[in-house]
């Protein structure tokens, strides 16, 4: 499978504890997105890079959450401290990154289900 | 702020029947409408995009038309058939033209 891959693909946690997401792009993608689903709702924006440098971020994603792409590949979303209402689908982009606004293909998420 | 709302939230259709979906849109400078198409427990699957310089874009069964004096744009689909069942989201680009902001979804459901 070529397209976007996302570990783990589930994550269950108790409150308070940290919890780390990956997500490898499609090859030669230059942009890569998270956005977090929750139940019956449409995917919400967090964050993007282009490369490896973060270039925007969401007033949703908080200083519980980090995101790095560090050698402009995969990225990893951190969110430290996790609450109840963490819980949600996160699911990662990417792009080429030809143009400023291009096609976005999604990943399969991780579901993430703080108890 | 962006804001992106999408109508209806359910949809029941009967097999060979059309559906549409509409959508409207705050923010003047968003440039990009794509449309998705996401199945049970699966990823959002890009189906149709359209950009601000166009008006319509067909591709076999499905449709896009966009209004940008009245920012709406709506997604057809024609001759539904029972696979086309999922949940559709809307979304356009936000000021800076790199986030998507979506729609809540639709529930579509084509009967057979």
């Known amino acids: 499978d070529t397209g976007v891959s996302q570990d783990p693909r589930h994550k269950i946690t108790k409150r308070g504890q940290n919890v780390t997401f990956r997500c490898d792009p499609i090859?030669?993608?230059?942009?890569l997105y998270w956005y977090r689903q929750t139940l019956g709702q449409g995917p919400e924006f967090l964050t993007y890079?282009?490369?490896?440098?973060?270039?925007?971020k969401s007033r949703l994603l908080s200083d519980r959450f980090s995101a790095e792409r560090p050698k402009g590949s995969f990225s990893t979303l951190e969110i430290q401290r996790t609450e109840q209402g963490d819980s949600a689908m996160y699911l990662c982009a990417s792009s080429v990154g030809a143009t400023i606004s291009d096609e976005q293909y999604f990943g399969p998420g991780t579901r993430l289900t703080v108890t | 702020g962006e804001n992106v709302e999408q109508h209806p939230s359910t949809l029941s259709v009967q097999e060979g029947d059309s559906a549409v979906i509409k959508c409207t849109y705050s923010?003047?400078?968003?440039?990009?409408f794509p449309w998705y198409k996401q199945e049970l427990g699966k990823r959002p699957q890009l189906i149709i995009d359209i950009r601000s310089n166009v008006g319509e874009k067909k591709d076999q069964r499905i449709a896009v038309t966009l209004n940008k004096t009245a920012k709406h744009f709506s997604l057809h689909i024609t001759e539904t058939q029972p696979e086309d069942s999922a949940v559709y989201f809307c979304?356009?680009?936000?000021?800076?033209?790199?986030?998507?902001?979506f729609g809540k979804g639709t529930s579509l459901l084509v009967t057979p």
């Open positions: 090859s030669e993608h230059n942009r």
């Open positions: 979304a356009a680009s936000n000021r800076s033209g790199y986030a998507l902001n």
């Open positions: 923010d003047s400078a968003s440039n990009y």
């Open positions: 890079f282009q490369n490896e440098a973060q270039l925007e």
